[in-house]
């Protein structure tokens, strides 16, 4: 089922395209073509403009670093005004947008040919990709009855699938790095602040949501995120200047590095076997390359975090509701039972939470913060607790959305490592280093300290030469 572009990387692709090997257009041909053949299995590509890809090839494409490369962005806060968005929302479906966002500006400038979205869970919220108003599940390439994750569920199988070598995402509490580990692929949250959200936004649930890319391979990661990063005009805070770059940072190992290793969760609870001794492979993998690996176990009050996270996120579906019903509850037919029970949650609420949530994700990042400063370097974790979950686990027909959230069998118990960065706003990613006995993926997830992408993105640079995971993804298709 995987792609037969195999171990191909956006940079690799670009390559050929300077060289004259393909067309821009040949290259949209094969995309367009790997939908119709992949893409009815996974209904993971939606809403393609076909009309406008070619419009823009014909125009004249910009001379950046993935010139003539086919490209796809999250139906999800990503603002263009040539694609049409549902937003993972019957509510939503059909929106267009009077401008481009600074995001999107600053990806077309590197030279892509965007041709369509790839689906989201409704409001972005959850571990799985659900949503009805795409008539079904986004399934995982790698075993259709599996979840690729969320909420960039669909790019995760969109690249995973070789439809496209690389893909937009965005990242709220997990929702690039959960796809990445779902569908064995790179997956990297930059620091808070560090890509721009606006004009159409300030900040995405109170700065914890930022965007990203699910990618084959460190450097194609790398040379987007310099093509994107930096504040838009306006931008209500930024993050702390990057020395060289990212591309730069990966062209060297980093210096030598104390690494914490936890292969339990963050609060000592047992994770899956087969995930933790992928976590304990890749810390003899950093020992064998010089560093100290110890370990070690943030000291942060995470319960407090995710009541905050949760009581965030369920204000912000609230507000975003309210934008189109006003002050009227949601019906079934209008939004899934999670937003509307996220919906309700918020009207419970006092309406001086949201400050309070706020703050307290404030003294969470703070607590995060001592444990770096004279602790590890790196952090290194699961991304998730256990191997990809069957498709219909999390979909969102309950109502209870704190339950969906933090209950004994919910999202956070599934992925309790992925949205402490995002309260903290520190960079994290996923790397693809690990397989089940069943043959999924599993992703092992590393963390710096807030504005420490370089060191961090190095060191993921210097992992993926002495364990190449594409090798892994090409040999397993065959």
């Known amino acids: 089922m995987i792609g037969d572009l195999g171990a191909t990387d956006a940079t690799a692709l670009a390559a050929m395209v300077a060289a004259g090997e393909v067309t821009p257009s040949e290259l949209l041909d094969a995309a367009l073509a790997a939908v119709e053949a992949r ?9 393609i403009q076909e009309g406008v890809a070619r419009k823009a090839i014909a125009e004249g494409l910009p001379p950046g670093p993935f010139r ?36 999107f500006q600053r990806i077309r400038a590197t030279g892509v040919v965007t041709f369509g979205r790839t689906t989201s869970p409704e409001g972005g919220i959850g571990a799985a990709t659900e949503a009805a108003v795409y008539g079904g599940p986004t399934r995982n390439p790698w075993n259709t009855d599996h979840t690729p994750g969320g909420s960039s569920g669909g790019a995760g199988a969109a690249v995973a699938a070789g439809i496209v070598a690389f893909a937009h995402g965005s990242d709220g509490g997990g929702s690039v790095r959960i796809p990445a580990s779902s569908c064995g692929l790179f ?14 936004a300030g900040e995405g649930w109170a700065g914890m949501a930022i965007d990203g890319f699910l990618t084959r391979s460190v450097r194609d ?15 209500p805070y930024v993050a702390p200047p990057l020395d060289r770059g990212h591309a ?37 993998l950093l020992e064998s390359l010089g560093h100290v690996v110890e370990p070690a176990r943030p000291r942060a009050d995470v319960a407090m975090m995710m009541r905050a996270w ?63 400063d004279g602790g590890p370097d790196v952090l290194l974790s699961a991304t998730l607790a256990e191997p990809p979950a ?24 599934y992925s309790p490592f992925c949205a402490i960065f995002n309260a903290s706003g520190q960079p994290a990613a996923s790397l693809p280093l690990g397989w089940s006995s069943q043959g999924l993926p599993i992703g092992v997830h590393l963390a710096a300290a807030f504005g420490q992408d370089e060191l961090l993105i190095s060191l993921c640079a210097e992992i993926e030469r002495a364990a190449p995971w594409a090798g892994k993804r090409a040999a397993m298709a065959g």
């Open 39 to 47: 893409n009815p299995a996974l209904n993971a590509v939606v809403l």
């Open 68 to 103: 003539g490369v086919p490209f796809l962005i999250k139906d999800l806060g990503i603002e263009a005004k040539d694609f049409p968005s549902h937003n993972g929302s019957r509510l939503f479906a059909n929106t267009i947008y009077p401008g481009d966002s600074s995001i």
């Open 187 to 200: 997956g990297f949250k930059p620091t808070r602040a560090r890509l721009p959200d606006g004009p159409y």
């Open 221 to 235: 990661t790398a040379v987007m995120l310099d093509a994107c990063e930096g504040p838009d005009l306006g931008a």
């Open 248 to 284: 730069a940072a990966i062209s060297r190992p980093p210096r030598r590095l104390r690494i914490g290793i936890c292969d339990t969760t963050f609060t000592g609870e047992p994770i899956h076997p087969e995930v933790a001794e992928a976590v304990r492979s890749a810390g003899r």
């Open 310 to 372: 949760t009581d965030i996120v369920g204000i912000g579906t609230a507000l975003s509701i309210r934008s189109r019903l006003g002050e009227r509850a949601p019906r079934p037919d209008e939004v899934e039972g999670v937003g509307r029970g996220a919906w309700a949650h918020a009207q419970r609420l006092h309406p001086t939470r949201y400050l309070e949530a706020v703050g307290e994700i404030h003294a969470f990042g703070r607590q995060m913060a001592g444990f770096f």
């Open 390 to 413: 069957r498709v219909g686990r999390f979909n969102h027909d309950t109502e209870d959305y704190v339950a969906y959230r933090t209950g004994p069998n919910g999202i956070f118990a």
